[in-house]
Each structure stands twice: as C-alpha cells, then as structure tokens.
Antibody, heavy 121, light 107 residues
Framework: QVQLEQSGAEVKKPGASVKVSCKASGYTFTGYYMHWVRQAPGQGLEWMGWINGNNGDTNYAQKFQGRVIMTRDTSNSTAYMEVTRLRSDDTAMYYC??????????????WGQGTLVTVSS | DIQMTQSPSSLSASVGDRVTITCRASQSINNYLNWYQQKPGNAPKLLIYAASSLQSGVPSRFSGSGSGTDFTLTISSLQPEDFATYYCQQSYSTPRSFGQGTNLEIK
C-alpha cells in the first residue's frame, strides 16, 4: 500500500535550518508530485509548495520563496523539505502529501504522519 | 492568488443531523475543489475530489456539489465519527490554497 514515512520531531533555535524527509513506498516515486503542507498549533492547513518527483521541478508559495528548499532523491524514493532562517512562527506540524492527477483533476490522496518542528530559543 | 472562504467556521450538530458546509472561491475554479476531513492528532483525509467525486472508501453519506465559485459539502446523517474539522482546497492553480476550516462539534 502507498505510504509516506516522515522523519522525527525536531527542536531548533531561531535562525537555524531544519530538513524534513519523507520516504515513499508502495508506488513509483517519479510518477507523482509531492506537496508540503504545514499546520501551526491550533491553526488551519497552509500549502507550502510541491516538487515534481520525476524532474525535480518545484513550485513554492510566494510566502516561502527564498526560505524553503524542496528536493528529492529518486534512488531512495525520498522527498526533502528544508526551511532556513527559522522563526518562532515556523513552529508547526509539517506534512508531505502525494498528489494525484485524474483527468484534469488534482488532489492529495495520501499524507505522511507529520513532523513537528518546534522553534524556540 | 485564489482565496478560499469556508462558512461557518464552527458548527454544533447532533448525531443524525444533516449538515452542510460552504466553501467560496475568490474567482472561478471550475470544479477543481477538494474536501478533506481532519481529526485531532491525525493527518487530513480526502473525502471528495473534483467537487463531487467521492473518494474510494468514504461513506456515501458524504457528498459534494458546486462549480465556479460556490461549493458545498453535505453530510446526510451525522455519525459520531464525523465530528472533526473539514477543509476545502482548490486545485485550479498554485498556490493550492485551503479554506480556513470548519470545526464540526457535537451539540
């Protein structure tokens, strides 16, 4: 079955960087886009961007341009999302999520379990 | 960027009730609208894609409708396991914006 397994919780200081991994299994990694979505404590879902599993092309929400880097390692079926220059308001649960295309429709059918990133001095 | 607005933000209802949640897009998104359910401590789960297509395994009491800018998610007869937060998301363009969520609580 399709699974996305994320790396463990992280605690970082303001100004540091964090890199979250998302290992995919049960499907052909290069055939799908991977979204990254975050959720601050008690808040809603925020789309950060996506990466094309085939060619590595990325599309970031403007809010994260220049501070977030999405990469992938096809040999390991793993997507990565790095946030640099961390601030306290980056404290959130970070999810990877697989994109599905059906005709012209696009939706997320599988989510990782989430990685909690806490930014605190 | 397309803004997605859900109403209400919170809703109290009883088991067996029929419930409707609305999602409005700031511009036309055709039928490129998905609905997700999230329970505390869990990742979201897909319910409806392309405005009205029921994801495999999702109970038929969930249904979606709409096109253009106005969409609805309806639960025909609330079950205890349906109390959760619901999000709409547009897939017409990037950024793939979500609504702010509707928290469905037990009355």
């Amino acid at each position: 079955q399709v699974q996305l397994e994320q790396s463990g919780a992280e605690v970082k200081k303001p100004g540091a960087s964090v890199k979250v991994s998302c290992k995919a299994s049960g499907y052909t990694f290069t055939g799908y886009y991977m979204h990254w979505v975050r959720q601050a404590p008690g808040q809603g879902l925020e789309w950060m961007g996506w990466i094309n599993g085939n060619n590595g092309d990325t599309n970031y929400a403007q809010k994260f341009q220049g501070r977030v880097i999405m990469t992938r390692d096809t040999s390991n079926s793993t997507a990565y999302m790095e946030v640099t220059r961390l601030r306290s308001d980056d404290t959130a649960m970070y999810y990877c999520a697989r994109d599905i295309r059906r005709g012209s429709a696009s939706y997320i059918d599988t989510w990782g379990q989430g990685t909690l990133v806490t930014v605190s001095s | 960027d397309i803004q997605m607005t859900q109403s209400p933000s919170s809703l109290s209802a009883s088991v067996g009730d029929r419930v409707t949640i609305t999602c409005r897009a700031s511009q036309s998104i055709n039928n490129y609208l998905n609905w997700y359910q999230q329970k505390p401590g869990n990742a979201p789960k897909l319910l409806i894609y392309a405005a009205s297509s029921l994801q495999s395994g999702v109970p038929s009491r969930f249904s979606g409708s709409g096109s253009g800018t106005d969409f609805t998610l309806t639960i025909s007869s609330l079950q205890p396991e349906d109390f959760a937060t619901y999000y709409c998301q547009q897939s017409y363009s990037t950024p793939r914006s979500f609504g702010q969520g509707t928290n469905l609580e037990i009355k």
